[in-house]
């Protein structure tokens, strides 16, 4: 949910606040957490002619910039949430990553979108957790894939069916 601070700067015609999004990627078996971040390129301090990626340290993580495309999920109550991301895929890592990951377990990567202003980035103004990396599709440069939360709205409630046989004591 975003913060009233976000909400306020956004509206305004000028904020002076310059944003980025950050991207964590986890899974059991990868063998380290893939984190990216994204905003204007000048305003991370990226060089292309350093030799060395961009870095972005936010909490105590190290975010590696990368640009990618997110897409966040509908505010519809009678749709389950589903969001989109696309990051490209800069050194082929994270397509590697990513289907060594999928070819070990059926379980789909977690995913976790974030928000903050770059003057303070251990503050997250938006946040979007639980999400499920579902439906990827790995380009020779990008990463697409479809971020969805488990719909529930299948599962039955209640857990059990309160009968004599389960439920002895109920008469």
Same mark, same amino acid.
């Given at each position: ?23 964590? %990627? ?7 957490? %893939? ?137």
């Amino acid at each position: 949910m975003p913060t009233h601070a976000l909400h306020a700067a956004e509206a305004a015609e000028e904020s002076g606040k310059i944003y980025a999004w950050l991207v964590t %990627i986890t899974h059991a078996a990868l063998a380290q957490t %893939i984190r990216a971040v994204y905003a204007e390129p000048a305003a991370v301090g990226f060089d292309p002619d350093a030799p060395a990626p961009v870095v972005l340290n936010s909490r105590g993580e190290d975010f590696t910039l990368y640009p990618f495309v997110f897409r966040r999920p509908s505010q519809s109550d009678d749709l389950v949430a589903s969001a989109m991301l696309a990051i490209q895929n800069v050194d082929q890592s994270i397509v590697t990553q990513l289907r060594a990951a999928q070819a070990v377990s059926a379980e789909p990567p977690q995913v976790s979108v974030e928000k903050i202003d770059l003057a303070d980035p251990d503050v997250v103004e938006e946040s979007y957790v639980g999400f499920d990396f579902t439906s990827g599709d790995y380009g020779a440069r990008d990463v697409t894939g479809a971020l969805s939360v488990p719909d529930l709205s299948t599962e039955p409630y209640p857990y059990q069916t309160f009968t004599l046989s389960a439920f002895p004591g109920l008469v």
